[in-house]
């Protein structure tokens, strides 16, 4: 359960953070951002892995590069659900998603699946 809280307060950072850095992304308030960081995981939990799998053909063709339209697609439905968050087109919302993705990823290497903040400390021991 701490892992499911970790993580949507950790995508709604990234939203946060793209509202302030995109133009075309509008968030209002702290509340949206929560609200759009919890229908954000929804959708990518539940929608995204079907369309991943119907889209397959044209990702191969594309060699990956159509999973970006994926997940422009799932951040501007989310705007398209929730009032009070905004993606003004299709490259505010790219941009946007790709925010999210990289606050996500940077914030993976030190928080494990459950939640718990880790880090991992090499030692050299000379001998």
Known sequence: MAGLVVRTLI???GI???SKLIPGVEVEGAGTVLVAA??????NALIRPLLVILTFPI???TLGLFLLVIHAGMFGFVAWLLGGFHVSGFFSALFGALIVSLTSTMASWF???DGRYQVLIIERREG
Do not use: K, M
């Open 59 to 61: 990702t191969i063709l």
């Open 16 to 18: 946060g953070l793209a």
């Open 111 to 113: 928080i494990g699946p």
């Open 11 to 13: 995508i709604a950072l």
């Open 38 to 43: 919890l229908l954000l995981g929804l959708v």
